[in-house]
């Protein structure tokens, strides 16, 4: 029964880093695509929770933590470097 | 045996949570709207598979990691939201057709980077 | 914040005592102390102030989750039915509380409750902008987002 939810859990995880993954390509605007990045960040955390209890390796947490504080760095990054450019039309 | 129940439990909500900001940010209108499902969906769901792992280990050492990032995750969402929102709008960003108002129009000073409070009016009228 | 680093010394020591370090233990290792600190330090002045707060945020932290609950699941609902029902806008709340500190946990609280987002403050604090996704009443949204409000400054003050 474990085992099944946990199955479940990555099919879950696989459809919603694929629906994410077509917003990505899509855009429109490059704003999007870091919001999209951000959120498949989370997913990627996710999996990495998902995997530490199927391997019953709980190792696996730390790469969690330095992944949440490296996706939020990049969303920072990006912002700065978004807010320094500005407008620019036709993207 | 019920520790696992509460890893399962937990870490099904939290996918499905996840699911739902996926479907919402493809779904959603503008940045805005999809800024939502990523800092209340998208994080609760992380959180609450991270949290599911300290269930499964039950361990001081590894609950203590867990909830460090737990509360990481949840601090830094609204953080990353308002940034890359205030990049947006000096980006400039097209807004949905049926949003209501934009109190944030203009205020922003292209030059200097500052936001003014503008005329607020203190006692807003209904409709 | 003192006495609040009392009352973990003595859950530490209740769970070294017991010799079983898990986050269930040391929870009530924390409420045999909050309890032991009160009667023992009654009527001190530093002290009177710790135990009228800490019941005020955990109390603050179940209405948090409960308005949490409720609202994720309005947003679900509106995110899965294929029509959308939503009056999104951006909205500036006039401010009435001052340091940063009040409008840093205001604004994150208001981040986290589905509907809202805070997006920035104005640069001389005065008014706090937030998206949200539901006017249908702008007045009730203003009174909700006020009552957030007193209940920050009531626990930071």
């Known amino acids: ?91 | ?127 | 914040m003192i006495v609040f680093t009392w009352n973990l010394l003595l859950a530490l020591a209740w769970v070294a005592l017991w010799g079983v370090f898990t986050a269930t233990n040391l929870l009530v290792g924390f409420v045999v102390g909050y309890v032991a600190l009160r009667l023992v330090f009654k009527n001190r002045p530093g002290f009177e102030d710790y135990f009228y707060r800490l019941p005020r945020i955990i109390t603050f932290i179940g209405f948090f989750i409960v308005d949490l609950v409720k609202s994720n699941v309005r947003v679900a609902y509106d995110v899965i039915t294929p029509r959308h029902h939503m009056r999104p806008g951006v909205v500036g709340i006039p401010l009435d509380v001052a340091t940063d500190r009040e409008i840093t946990v205001l604004a994150n609280l208001i981040s986290v409750t589905p509907g809202t987002l805070s997006l920035d403050v104005s640069s001389d604090r005065k008014v706090l902008y937030i998206h949200a996704m539901y006017i249908d009443d702008e007045d009730a949204l203003l009174q909700d987002i006020k009552e957030l409000e007193r209940r920050v400054h009531e626990i930071l003050r």
């Not at chain 2, 045996?1 to 937990?10: A, D, N, Q, W, Y």
């Not at chain 2, 503008?30 to 939502?36: A, G, K, P, S, T």
């Not at chain 2, 890359?84 to 980006?91: E, H, M």
């Open chain 2, 1 to 127: 045996m019920v520790s696992e129940f509460l890893t399962g439990l937990f870490m099904l909500v939290g996918a499905l949570l996840m699911l739902v900001a996926s479907i919402g940010i493809l779904r959603m209108p503008d940045l805005l709207i999809r800024m939502h499902a990523t800092t209340k969906a998208g994080a609760l769901g992380g959180g609450l598979m991270v949290l599911s792992v300290a269930f499964f280990f039950d361990d001081g050492a590894v609950t203590a990691r867990a909830v460090a990032t737990v509360i990481f995750i949840i601090l830094t969402a609204p953080v990353a939201a308002h940034i890359i929102g205030r990049a947006a709008y000096f980006v400039g960003l097209p807004l949905w057709e049926h949003t209501v108002k934009d109190d944030l129009e203009g205020r922003y000073d292209p030059e200097t980077h500052t936001l003014s409070s503008g005329e607020v009016k203190d006692k807003q009228t209904p409709g």
């Open chain 1, 1 to 91: 029964m474990f085992d099944l939810v946990l199955q479940l859990v990555f099919v879950i995880l696989s459809v919603s880093l694929a629906l994410v993954f077509f917003r990505l390509i899509k855009g429109p605007t490059l704003p999007d695509r870091v919001v999209a990045l951000e959120l498949i960040a989370s997913l990627t955390v996710g999996f990495i929770a998902a995997y530490a209890v199927l391997t019953e390796k709980s190792d696996f947490i730390d790469v969690a933590v330095v992944l949440a504080l490296t996706a939020f760095m990049a969303a920072v990054g990006f912002a700065r470097y978004l807010e320094k450019r500005g407008r620019r039309d036709g993207e």
